[in-house]
């Protein structure tokens, strides 16, 4: 079943940029920001990330945790975080262990599409933002953590 606006965001594990786990359940008591992208260092996914980055004193002044997830593994966000500075952790899912429970899966491709899920203090997920636009991302996000 796809996950829903007001239901608890699927839990899981997955290994980040610099080799450590992640646990999303881990991270109750603050708002956090997954946002899954079809791939590192290509335009749009780039404009979205350094977008991010730009406003990322926001975020934190929000109290919020951001996540990256795409298809790439750990390597290629290493490379891709340090290109550009990226201040927030990016999450490496190449077994495409979320694309079913987020319903984030593309067919036939090998990544996944540009969507975002809010999630609240309590683990319930607060806004879902499809096939998001990568230039206005980042302005939609905040308006969505109010």
């Known amino acids: 079943a796809l996950v829903r606006e007001g239901e608890p965001a699927p839990d899981f594990t997955l290994?980040?940029?610099t080799g450590e786990e992640v646990t999303l359940s881990?991270?109750?008591?603050?708002p956090v920001v997954l946002y899954?992208?079809?791939k590192d260092d290509t335009?749009?996914?780039?404009r979205q990330a350094c977008g991010i980055r730009d406003v990322y004193g926001e975020f934190e002044a929000a109290g919020a945790a951001v996540y990256g997830i795409s298809a790439d593994t750990k390597?290629?966000?290493?490379?891709f975080k340090a290109k550009y500075s990226l201040p927030f952790t990016l999450l490496a899912d190449p077994e495409h262990k979320l694309g079913e429970s987020y319903g984030v899966?593309?067919?036939?491709k090998n990544s996944y599409e540009r969507s975002t899920f809010v999630i609240g203090a309590d683990g319930n997920v607060s806004r879902i933002l499809r096939r998001v636009n990568p230039d206005s991302h980042?302005?939609?996000?905040?308006a969505a953590l109010g």
């Open 105 to 108: 899966a593309q067919e036939g």
């Open 36 to 38: 899954f992208y079809p």
């Open 75 to 79: 390597d290629s966000h290493e490379r």
């Open 138 to 142: 980042a302005d939609e996000v905040l």
């Open 15 to 17: 290994e980040s940029d």
């Open 26 to 30: 881990s991270l109750r008591g603050k």
């Open 43 to 46: 335009p749009g996914c780039t």
